[in-house]
């Protein structure tokens, strides 16, 4: 059990241009979480995949922005013609299932958008 | 939506003291849980609290569910060096989404 891996670390990039970003979840975790995180605030909830089926979307989650999670193991998220405002770390968790003390975090890939 | 307003937002503090801090929300969450995240670090979870009423220990931390369900807080005895870090709550809403809602966070600073 190695935790949950997110790469890259950290992603410089200029505007406009696509990035996508991997989570690797912890082995046999089928719930996978994606949140936002902006500086001096609180994770903010984009999406959940329960195996390959992404069963929640936030109204954050913009049509420029798309998670998959192809065969329920690793997960991507893309962003589209990259804007300033989607500067943020990207936070990634698994979890087996609900009690909520098994949901773990990896530890994000820091965004920024020139 | 639903949205977790924590408090205070930064605390500054001498070591050996005790901290409280709390969430409040205008909804009700089934489910409340405090994490602790380092810079550069995804949050680590520190107490989940399954219960209206609950009340659970951590070796020094102590959280609370509120009985309206709306509520929750947090204290810490004899903080050390290593507490220092940002404090979040958080909560699944009833209704059964399957997330967990964030606060904004609480900033712990020690002076040794």
């Not at chain 1, 059990?1 to 690797?24: A, E, L, M, Y």
């Not at chain 2, 408090?7 to 969430?23: A, L």
Request: glycine share 10%; hydrophobic share 30%; with cysteine.
């Amino acid at each position: 059990d190695t935790g949950v891996s997110q790469n890259p670390r950290h992603k410089i990039t200029k505007r406009g241009q696509n990035v996508t970003f991997r989570c690797d979840p912890i082995s046999e975790h089928n719930r996978l979480y994606w949140y936002r995180q902006t500086l001096g605030q609180g994770p903010e909830f984009l999406t959940y995949f329960q195996n390959e089926a992404q069963l929640e979307k936030s109204r954050l989650l913009s049509d420029r922005f798309s998670a998959e999670r192809p065969k329920g193991s690793f997960s991507t998220l893309e962003i589209q013609r990259t804007e300033q405002g989607d500067s943020a770390m990207y936070l990634c968790a698994s979890s087996l299932a609900p009690p909520w003390e098994k949901l773990f975090f990896g530890s994000g890939t820091q965004l920024s958008v020139l | 939506g639903q949205q977790l307003n924590q408090s205070p937002q930064s605390m500054f503090i001498q070591e050996g003291e005790d901290v409280s801090m709390n969430c409040t929300s205008s909804s009700i969450f089934n489910t409340w849980l405090w994490y602790k995240q380092d810079p550069g670090e995804g949050p680590v979870l520190l107490i989940a609290l399954y219960k209206a009423g609950e009340l659970t220990s951590n070796g020094r931390l102590t959280a609370q569910f509120g009985i309206t369900r709306k509520d929750s807080f947090l204290n810490i005895s004899a903080s050390i060096p290593s507490d220092v870090g940002i404090y979040f709550c958080a909560g699944q809403p009833a209704g059964g989404a399957q997330k967990l809602v964030f606060g904004q966070g609480t900033r712990l600073t020690i002076n040794p």
